[in-house]
């Protein structure tokens, strides 16, 4: 993996985490944005998150994150 695709990922997972904090405030606290993984051509990503919490905050973050992505 080159230094390109090093920066891009660090920088949309900056920025994922920053949107999903200050956009879901109450719904996102238990979620961390652990890392990012985008293809060379940047067409395609995927995101990799961890939650705090028990089953209960595992499933809410999870219909979170289907909800809000594509």
């Known amino acids: 993996m080159g230094k390109r695709s ?3 990922n660090e920088l949309i997972k900056r920025e ?3 949107i999903l904090h200050t956009t879901f405030r109450g719904d996102a606290t ?3 944005i652990t ?3 985008v293809s ?3 067409r395609n990503g995927r995101v990799y998150y ?3 919490g028990d089953a209960a ?3 809410h ?3 979170l994150m289907k909800r809000i992505g594509p």
């Open 35 to 37: 890392d990012v993984d």
């Open 57 to 59: 905050s595992k499933t």
């Open 50 to 52: 961890s939650v705090l």
């Open 16 to 18: 994922i985490s920053m």
């Open 30 to 32: 238990a979620i961390t």
């Open 6 to 8: 090093v920066r891009v």
């Open 61 to 63: 973050a999870e219909r």
């Open 40 to 42: 060379p051509d940047l």
